[in-house]
T-cell receptor, first 109, second 115 residues
Framework: GQQVMQIPQYQHVQEGEDFTTYCNSSTTLSNIQWYKQRPGGHPVFLIQLVKSGEVKKQKRLTFQFGEAKKNSSLHITATQTTDVGTYFCRSSGTYKYIFGTGTRLKVLA | DGGITQSPKYLFRKEGQNVTLSCEQNLNHDAMYWYRQDPGQGLRLIYYSQIVNDFQKGDIAEGYSVSREKKESFPLTVTSAQKNPTAFYLC??????????????FGEGSRLTVL
């Protein structure tokens, strides 16, 4: 069955450092979504990627979809304390919408 | 303001009791979902409904039940058969229940603690 793994599981960075989380699927994805969940909060949609090799940017966040549509990455440039939270990818190849395991980011001021 | 409302936000239950978590949306979305999140863990799908009067089991449906009698409402009952019910429960909705994708909108969650 379809599996979605995210790495790393945890990441601690100093404020101002960059951060990247990777999402890897065992099967080809039709598209992929990214969500952010602040501590104690609920997941909030960030972006959706559909095309092979697609790259999208939102201010300091850069999202990329692999050429084979089996992996994706989220890169944050110059992290800020407001970036703290858990970042999830979500594959959209089935009705059941499998979430990745998540990467928890802590930013040290 | 359109959105998803979950209640209660916090709930304490004694072992052996059933509890029902409410989820109401006024987004006119067809699809609704229930997820369970344990500390430091990802989201696991309990049940989902793509249309009124229809729902399907997710990956961890045992010990849970749902109904979808109205488009706006998708209550989740945590029964006494659920062995480890203490968790954070998230309800979500999506505009379409079909194969076309769309973002999930989440409620603020209900935190259930079994004493």
């Amino acid at each position: 069955g379809q599996q979605v793994m995210q790495i790393p599981q945890y990441q601690h960075v100093q404020e101002g450092e960059d951060f990247t989380t990777y999402c890897n699927s065992s099967t080809t994805l039709s598209n992929i979504q990214w969500y952010k969940q602040r501590p104690g909060g609920h997941p909030v949609f960030l972006i959706q990627l559909v095309k092979s090799g697609e790259v999208k940017k939102q201010k300091r966040l850069t999202f990329q979809f692999g050429e084979a549509k089996k992996n994706s990455s989220l890169h944050i440039t110059a992290t800020q304390t407001t970036d703290v939270g858990t970042y999830f990818c979500r594959s959209s190849g089935t009705y059941k919408y499998i979430f990745g395991t998540g990467t928890r980011l802590k930013v040290l001021a | 303001d359109g959105g998803i409302t979950q209640s209660p936000k916090y709930l304490f239950r004694k072992e052996g009791q059933n509890v029902t978590l409410s989820c109401e949306q006024n987004l006119n979305h067809d699809a609704m979902y229930w997820y369970r999140q344990d500390p430091g863990q990802g989201l696991r799908l309990i049940y989902y409904s793509q249309i009124v009067n229809d729902f399907q089991k997710g990956d961890i449906a045992e010990g849970y039940s749902v109904s979808r009698e109205k488009k706006e409402s998708f209550p989740l009952t945590v029964t006494s058969a659920q062995k480890n019910p203490t968790a954070f429960y998230l309800c979500a909705s999506r505009i379409s229940g079909g194969r076309d994708t769309g973002e999930l909108f989440f409620g603020e969650g209900s935190r259930l603690t079994v004493l």
